[in-house]
């Protein structure tokens, strides 16, 4: 069984910076996708970014192209989400997700329903 636990959250004023991190346990996720998505509330949950099980595949929604930056250390089983420029628009809970990449290579998996594993999330709050 595999468990994901995010941190890094909080309230940040707009233009400001997060570093996300979410840290596994339970399973070494070096052959697996993982991805970060958000949910505000009363929308649906959002893929924001996805990084392929060796870094060399990622993507990006358009809203967070040049502001955001998904990356992974394998040595210590850890997610992370750099966050720059944040503006009001990101305010949302941000969940990380795990999926194995053998159902989905070589295509890198970044919709909800393509993942297997997820943690509890994290508030993020930008004030205008």
């Known amino acids: 069984q595999v468990q994901l636990v995010e941190s890094g959250g909080g309230l940040v004023q707009t233009g400001g910076s997060l570093r996300l991190s979410c840290a596994a346990s339970g399973r070494i996720l070096s052959s697996y996708a993982m991805a970060w998505f958000r949910q505000a509330p009363g929308k649906e949950r959002e893929s924001v970014a996805a990084i392929s099980w060796n870094g060399g595949n990622t993507y990006y929604v358009d809203s967070v192209k040049e502001r955001f930056t998904i990356s992974r250390d394998h040595a210590k089983n850890t997610l992370y989400l750099q966050m720059n420029s944040l503006k009001p628009e990101d305010t949302a809970v941000y969940y990380c997700?795990?999926?194995?990449?053998?159902?989905?290579?070589?295509?890198?998996?970044?919709?909800?329903?393509?993942?297997?594993?997820w943690g509890q999330g994290t508030q993020v709050t930008v004030s205008s």
């Open positions: 997700a795990a999926a194995w990449s053998g159902t989905y290579y070589p295509a890198l998996p970044t919709k909800a329903n393509e993942y297997t594993y």
